[in-house]
T-cell receptor
Framework: DSGVTQTPKHLITATGQRVTLRCSPRSGDLSVYWYQQSLDQGLQFLIQYYNGEERAKGNILERFSAQQFPDLHSELNLSSLELGDSALYFC?????????????FGPGTRLTVL | GIQVEQSPPDLILQEGANSTLRCNFSDSVNNLQWFHQNPWGQLINLFY???GTKQNGRLSATTVATERYSLLYISSSQTTDSGVYFCAVHSSGTYKYIFGTGTRLKVLA
């Protein structure tokens, strides 16, 4: 158990809908990262937050947004869902935002868009 | 952007065999991690190894940052080692993390 928690574990929804994925980092970690794992794109970095502020952006679609709250938990919002958004979404956390910090991953949320 | 390539893409071993997985990256990095994704999808940290050599039980890893590669050694493999092994790098000068395409390992009893 990495100490990173994600809810829900599974989510099934329809095209056009909006969902929210939640992540709580390990105790003491200030930085949160979101990743998407799909069959055709592999594991892709989406976005990083540090202490409530956006730190880096990867391949995140405009239909997706995220935020980190004062208690350091983070939410990833996915809207106008398409079939291709079906994937495993991971959250990771680290102590600090810099690249020289070990990341620890949560168990993931499996999203299925029908 | 930085490219991360892993080899081999697939590997089948008999229980007890040894193996070496390779991760090549195209630019300088300030972080490299190895992960094991088990058949249930969990990503498990194996090594945080931007340079040098580390060992943990039957697993060890070496990163030669100046030559832009890292190796993961698995000795006396067990069926529970099955899954996908990923390396991930953080490119120097950016805040983006790049995962390799992975090596899918199957260990047969």
């Amino acid at each position: 158990d990495s100490g990173v928690t994600q809810t829900p574990k599974h989510l099934i929804t329809a095209t056009g809908q909006r969902v929210t994925l939640r992540c709580s980092p390990r105790s003491g970690d200030l930085s949160v990262y979101w990743y998407q794992q799909s069959l055709d794109q592999g594991l892709q970095f989406l976005i990083q937050y540090y202490n409530g502020e956006e730190r880096a952006k990867g391949n995140i679609l405009e239909r997706f947004s995220a935020q980190q709250f004062p208690d350091l938990h983070s939410e990833l919002n996915l809207s106008s869902l398409e079939l291709g958004d079906s994937a495993l979404y991971f959250c990771a956390s680290s102590v600090a935002p810099g690249g020289n910090n070990e990341q620890f991953f949560g168990p993931g949320t499996r999203l299925t868009v029908l | 952007g930085i490219q991360v390539e892993q080899s081999p893409p697939d590997l089948i071993l008999q229980e007890g065999a040894n193996s070496t997985l390779r991760c090549n990256f195209s630019d300088s990095v300030n972080n490299l991690q190895w992960f094991h994704q088990n058949p249930w999808g969990q990503l498990i940290n194996l090594f945080y190894i931007p340079s040098g050599t580390k060992q943990n039980g039957r697993l060890s890893a070496t990163t030669v940052a100046t030559e832009r590669y890292s190796l993961l050694y698995i000795s006396s493999s067990q069926t529970t080692d099955s899954g996908v092994y990923f390396c991930a790098v953080h490119s120097s000068g950016t805040y983006k993390y790049i995962f390799g395409t992975g090596t899918r390992l199957k260990v047969l009893a």
